[in-house]
């Protein structure tokens, strides 16, 4: 049977605010000026708009934003999760409200005072006591794992010992990424190049991962409007079609900081793998018709696991296929051309969907010639979500 | 490990509790169904392999080896000053079974390092098993 949401709606509107160390302004303020962005890209107004889907970790309320934007309806509301692994689920979500029948355009955002703020990256509020209630954390916490750095150099420690993989391989991946980053001007690391000798000069974060195997964490606002393929042709902009979306997950615990992923029978297969194999067959595509991918990259290693994963080499060639020149502009596989969380920001990878809608418009700072088929992908290694963007 | 201010685990959870107070008895413990024998871990009130809800806490051997493992030198919290390792611990006795634990500075570990579990009092009726190297 064919996937039913098959090319049937698509991405018409994408916004962004500044990416930032320091906003300065509420999540509110950041969320309503991405979506209002969104809205007119998509040459819609508020009065189009009758549908909102937010992310799990965002402290902005669906309704709290409905009013401040002005939306004169709300037919539809939404969360997914978690984290970064929502956003391609999050636009999936959005794209079944559509289709059936409950809300005729969809607002999808991420807005966060992620440095200023509250920092993901600084891992879990530790107090005198810590963990139960099904977060298990009292099983890591004391033990000093905190963060989701400290959790991916344990996974990292461990491909590289069953395959090889080396820091050069992890710094092909920051490199590449860097360099898109330097091509964009909304980038925070627009300004910073990055070379190898940088890369092993970097400092020491949670061995085996340095300061450049890190994200960017930050202040901003990403949103895109899903609607139908048919109403998308309306808009001023070309629109992205979604040619299948995809949640998938192992069924395993996920609570507390994630670090329950440790008892999985393997670290250095994710969620990706599954998802990968069902959104492939969903969109009848394989990973040799990708023309472009933006890969969830919160740490290098987490763009490694999902080389191999998303099928692009075998299991425990990623490090190889990374350090081929594979993902800079003129490789088989260029990757995140805006600079991903790595350079560009770290909007959980919401950043990630508005940057392939970009390059299936043919508008990004690092435009891959004639890309036509864009593979996104969202974080893990909690359940994840990808989908794969098309030209209408 | 005697800082006042590190964290210290909730001992009492429903589903956890029971590897807490086998730590006070020193003794390591992990869960079992007690109809079909699988290890549940973490620990969860279900056997989803046969369908039971009959589980039981039994002791193991508190000997591990080192399955994968990271040295922190970027400082997160005032009780964990850098560097220091943190390792992912698999338990002999249950294959796929793993805990992890802290290690002091930059120890000479790799995958296969054996391990043994010992048992701290981080605050009074709270025990904390951790791990050392084993030696030979």
Same mark, same amino acid.
Not at chain 1, 116 to 122: A, D, I, L, V
């Given at each position: ?33 991405? /979506? ?47 984290? %970064? ?14 289709? &059936? ?27 005198? +006591? ?16 905190? /963060?989701?750095? #400290? ?88 629109? +992205? ?6 949640? &998938? ?6 609570? %507390? ?68 020149? +594979?993902? #800079?502009?003129? %490789? ?5 051309? +805006? ?22 418009? %043919? ?19 909690? /359940? ?9 | *490990? ?45 056997? @989803? @392999? ?10 193991? @051997? ?52 054996? *391990? ?21």
């Amino acid at each position: 049977m064919t996937y039913p949401l098959r090319d049937r709606c698509a991405i018409a509107g994408i916004g962004a605010t500044e990416f930032s160390k320091k906003s300065g302004r509420s999540v509110l303020a950041l969320g309503v000026e991405a /979506s209002l962005a969104a809205i007119a890209d998509a040459g819609m107004t508020v009065d189009d708009i009758d549908g909102i889907v937010r992310c799990d970790l965002d402290s902005l309320q669906h309704n709290d934003l409905a009013h401040a934007l002005g939306l004169p309806e709300l037919n539809y509301w939404g969360a997914a999760g978690v984290g %970064g692994g929502a956003p391609c689920g999050m636009v999936a979500q959005a794209a079944a409200a559509v289709l &059936s029948g409950q809300a005729k355009s969809v607002l999808v955002f991420r807005a966060l005072n992620g440095r200023s703020g509250q920092r993901y990256g600084h891992g879990a509020a530790v107090s005198a +006591a810590v963990g139960g209630n099904g977060s298990y954390d009292e099983y890591f916490l004391p033990h000093g794992l905190l /963060s989701p750095g #400290q959790m991916y150099g344990l996974v990292a420690q461990r491909h590289m010992a069953e395959f090889g993989t080396t820091s050069e391989d992890f710094a092909h991946i920051a490199i590449a990424c860097r360099d898109r980053a330097n091509a964009n001007p909304n980038a925070q690391m627009h300004d910073k190049t990055l070379t190898m000798d940088d890369y092993m000069a970097g400092r020491m974060i949670s061995d085996p991962l340095r300061v450049f195997d890190f994200c960017q964490e930050t202040d901003g606002a990403c949103a895109v409007v899903v609607t139908t393929a048919e109403r998308a042709k309306d808009g001023p902009n070309p629109a +992205a079609t979604i040619r299948a979306a995809v949640q &998938s997950g192992m069924p395993d615990m996920q609570g %507390g900081m994630l670090f329950p992923a440790l008892m999985r029978p393997t670290l250095t297969t994710q969620p990706s793998a599954s998802a990968a194999a069902k959104l492939y067959e969903r969109a009848g595509l394989g990973p040799s018709d990708i023309d472009v991918a933006q890969i969830y990259d919160c740490f290098t290693i987490t763009v490694l696991l999902q080389l191999e994963d998303y099928g692009f080499c075998a299991k425990g060639e990623g490090g190889s296929f990374a350090s081929s020149g +594979a993902l #800079q502009l003129d %490789g088989s596989l260029p990757i995140n051309t +805006a600079g991903g969380n790595l350079s560009e920001g770290y909007i959980h990878g919401l950043n990630h969907v508005v940057e392939g809608v970009r390059q299936i418009r %043919g508008t990004s700072t690092s435009q891959v010639p004639d890309a036509e088929v864009c593979l996104v992908t969202s974080g893990i290694p909690v /359940s994840t979500s990808a989908m794969i963007l098309t030209k209408a | *490990m005697t800082d006042i201010t590190l964290p210290a685990p909730v001992a009492d959870d429903h589903d956890t509790g029971g590897y807490f107070q086998a730590a006070q008895r020193g003794e390591l413990a992990v869960l079992f169904c007690a109809k079909c024998d699988a290890a549940l871990h973490l620990p969860g009130p279900y056997c @989803s @392999s046969c369908g039971s809800l009959d589980v039981e806490w039994r002791t193991v @051997s508190p000997t591990g080896t080192i399955y994968t493992w990271t040295v922190v030198e970027h400082q997160l919290h005032p009780a964990f000053p850098v560097p220091y390792t943190v390792a992912l611990v698999e338990i002999d006795d249950v294959p796929g079974v793993r805990l992890v634990t802290h290690l002091d500075g930059r120890p000479d570990v790799e995958i296969g390092t054996p *391990m043994v579990a010992v048992f701290d009092d981080v605050r009074e009726h709270t025990v904390l098993p951790r791990w050392v190297i084993r030696d030979a």
